[in-house]
């Protein structure tokens, strides 16, 4: 009766063995599946970290109020240089444009509104375009919400132009953009926060008309320029 039992044993346990395999194999598979799709998931992290535009999260400190809205002005949002004044893309020399803003702010009781802003231009180098550097000038104004300018300040960020690249995308971070207020009643929303290029009459004339040109673009590079 023993060796019978025994037998029987050992019969199905022969039986069972492909299917014991088989769920090896499945498990096998998951786990390369798991693996697999962390280091893909890691690679994504590392890829947004990289090339994240947002600037750097101020302390977790809740707001008095919504934080100045962040906007680019129409009429000197791109910049154009033209040869002899000849609205023509033969004639280009430097652009650019500013094509996105993030900002973040904080604020609480009656201290001023601390706000940090990233920049994104796009920046191009025309046929007539001297030198493969430039130095493009914008600024940041603050103003009330009936538009009174309260501040304003210049800066510089910097177009650096690879051989056989014409067109470069540059990320200029802000981290010190101060908003005083008179008391802790005065939230964020009574002010704006307004970014443009330094142009001329005739290059805000241009953009207002809704004109643009666009030099050929080579692949793009990307530089980051953090103040």
């Not at 104004?141 to 800066?155: D, G, H, I, M, P």
């Not at 030099?215 to 530089?223: K, Y």
Request: proline fraction near 5%.
């Amino acid at each position: 009766m023993r060796k019978f039992l025994l037998l029987a044993c050992g019969v199905l346990s022969l039986a069972t063995l492909p299917a014991l395999h088989a769920a090896a194999q499945n498990q096998d598979d998951e786990d390369r599946r798991r693996q697999a799709e962390a280091e893909a998931a890691k690679k994504k992290k590392e890829k947004d970290k990289e090339w994240d535009t947002t600037p750097a999260e101020l302390p977790k400190v809740k707001n008095a109020g919504p934080c100045p809205f962040v906007k680019v002005l129409y009429d000197a949002a791109r910049y154009q240089e033209f040869k002899d004044d000849r609205e023509s893309a033969n004639a280009v020399g430097y652009s650019g444009e500013i094509q996105d803003i993030t900002a973040t702010c904080q604020y609480k009781g009656a201290d001023p509104i601390q706000l940090k802003v990233a920049i994104q231009f796009a920046l191009g180098r025309g046929p007539v375009a001297a030198g493969r550097d430039k130095d493009y000038h914008y600024w940041v104004a603050v103003t009330t919400r009936n538009s009174t300018v309260l501040a304003r300040q210049e800066f510089t960020v910097k177009g650096e132009f690879p051989e056989g690249q014409d067109r470069i995308q540059v990320i200029d971070k802000l981290d010190g953009v101060t908003i005083p207020r008179a008391d802790a009643t005065v939230s964020g929303d009574n002010f704006e926060v307004l970014v443009g290029f330094d142009v001329t009459p005739k290059m805000a004339e241009f953009n207002r008309l809704g004109k643009r040109f666009r030099v050929n673009a080579a692949p793009t590079a990307v530089a980051a320029a953090a103040k």
